[in-house]
């Protein structure tokens, strides 16, 4: 089984409708990410949870909210969906356990990415 | 501020060519950097990466080495095969965070 799991894979939408995606994770990390891709963009950071708690802007927020459930659990929802949020869409974690004392990130595990199409 | 440029693509070889894919950062502080990996309909995979200055992170005959004089993390491969095709990311964390900071992404692909 996957340990990070993205639902839904692929989602077609209406300008104007309001979507969720949603991410889990079996691996026990505390610190989940929402990322969009882009062709020719890469990776661009949308937000990101270090605990349930703890939640923040990243490079390109507007116009998505998220939310923590669960330290399993991280939702990015698009309120007002338009054409040019058309992406594919990752989730990623990672742990700060382990980490050498003179810090650095770890790792980071990515989901299968959902592909979303608005019309 | 922090940034990750690598070469664009698509970079087209034949089975068993020597590879070379050019990254270049900026950054503040002392960042790890890492390569990813995307096949095709698939999410990253974690390729490599180093964590200080001279390292070198190596995984499945790829290599790279950390050069903060010329603050380069190049991706290497003697002999790539075609199941190499797939989308290279590099990547650089943000010191002291868990944020990464990626490239654009370059295409390989590999004919028989």
């Known amino acids: 089984d996957a340990d990070v799991t993205q639902t839904p894979r692929n989602r077609i939408t209406k300008t104007g409708k309001r979507i969720m995606l949603e991410c889990s994770q079996t691996?026990?990390?505390?610190?989940m990410y929402w990322y969009r891709q882009d062709p020719g963009l890469g990776l661009r950071l949308i937000y990101y949870s270090f605990d349930v708690k703890d939640i923040n802007k990243g490079e390109i927020s507007d116009g998505y909210s998220v939310s923590r459930q669960a330290q399993a659990k991280f939702s990015l929802s698009l309120e007002s969906a338009i054409p040019n949020q058309t992406a594919l869409y990752f989730c990623?974690?990672?742990?700060?356990?382990?980490?050498?004392?003179?810090?650095?990130?770890?790792?980071?595990?990515f989901g299968p990415g959902t592909r979303l199409t608005v019309l | 501020g922090n940034s990750v440029t690598q070469m664009e693509g698509p970079v087209t070889l034949s089975e068993e060519a020597f590879l070379t894919i050019n990254c270049t950062y900026t950054a503040t502080g002392y960042p790890s950097l890492f390569w990813y990996v995307q096949y095709p309909g698939e999410g990253l995979q974690l390729l490599l990466k180093a964590t200080k200055a001279d390292d070198k992170g190596s995984n499945k005959g790829f290599e790279a080495t950390y050069r903060k004089e010329t603050t380069s993390f190049h991706l290497e491969k003697g002999s790539v095969q075609v199941s190499d095709s797939a989308v290279y990311f590099c990547?650089?964390?943000?010191?002291?965070?868990?944020?990464?900071?990626f490239g654009t992404g370059t295409r390989l692909q590999v004919f028989p």
């Open positions: 691996k026990g990390h505390d610190r």
């Open positions: 990547a650089l964390s943000v010191y002291n965070t868990d944020k990464l900071i």
């Open positions: 990623a974690t990672s742990t700060t356990r382990g980490l050498a004392v003179l810090g650095g990130t770890d790792t980071q595990y």
